[in-house]
């Protein structure tokens, strides 16, 4: 079955840096979903993009997406010491609404 | 617009034993997904109603059920309950259609001891 596959490092960034993490995934998908998750709490999602855009950006969010080598990025620009979180990125195929989260990626922000 | 709500916040049961989960979707969702996170196996999908029918399954054992009410709140049950069903279980809810982001829940941290 599909499965998103962060790239498995865990950063460690001082504030106003850029965060960058790397998303991989096995099989043809309708959407990549990029969500955080605070220390034992619920998941938030952060963005979506389709399998027909390349690049899509929310505030401080820029998400790439290349369905060729089926791969996703997701950078956080300027990070705050509020971004500190785990990041996580999954995949929905066509007509599914299942989700197959990677392992996720953890982000320390130092003020 | 209150977010979804998922009780209770904490659990601790015995093994052998069942429990029952309850989650509260933001109103007008539909769609009432569960998921199970460990730190071993992360992030996995259980199962997915809409409209008080399942949509999805994942690859779990049968000792996992839901169910889902008109209100569109579900309910999940996990009956002879194993040592390895520690984990947190969260509930996200969406519109379900297509390209709709899931709202999840603080889930529910199951400990079986």
């Known amino acids: 079955s599909q499965q998103g596959e962060e790239d498995p490092q865990a950063l460690s960034i001082q504030e106003g840096e850029n965060a960058t993490m790397n998303c991989s995934y096995k099989t043809s998908i309708n959407n990549l979903q990029w969500y955080r998750q605070n220390s034992g709490r619920g998941l938030v999602h952060l963005i979506l993009?389709?399998?027909?855009?390349r690049e899509k950006h929310s505030g401080r969010l820029r998400v790439t997406l290349d369905t060729s080598k089926k791969s996703s990025s997701l950078l956080i620009t300027a990070s705050r010491a509020a971004d500190t979180a785990s990041y996580f990125c999954a995949t929905a195929r066509y007509g599914n609404n299942r989700l197959a989260f990677g392992k996720g990626n953890q982000v320390v922000v130092i003020p | 617009k209150a977010g979804v709500t998922q009780t209770p916040r904490y659990l601790i049961k015995t093994r052998g034993q069942q429990v029952t989960l309850s989650c509260s979707p933001i109103s007008g969702h539909r769609s009432v997904s569960w998921y199970q996170q460990t730190p071993g196996q992360g992030l996995q999908f259980l199962f997915e109603?809409?409209?008080?029918?399942?949509?999805n399954k994942g690859n779990f054992p049968g000792r996992f059920s839901g169910r889902q009410f008109s209100n569109s709140r579900s309910e999940m049950n996990v009956s002879t309950l194993e040592l390895g069903d520690s984990a947190l279980y969260l509930c996200?809810?969406?519109?379900?259609?297509?390209?709709?982001?899931?709202?999840f829940g603080n889930g529910t941290r199951l400990t079986v001891t």
């Open positions: 996200a809810s969406s519109l379900g259609i297509q390209n709709s982001p899931l709202h």
């Open positions: 993009i389709r399998s027909n855009e």
């Open positions: 109603y809409f409209s008080e029918t399942q949509r």
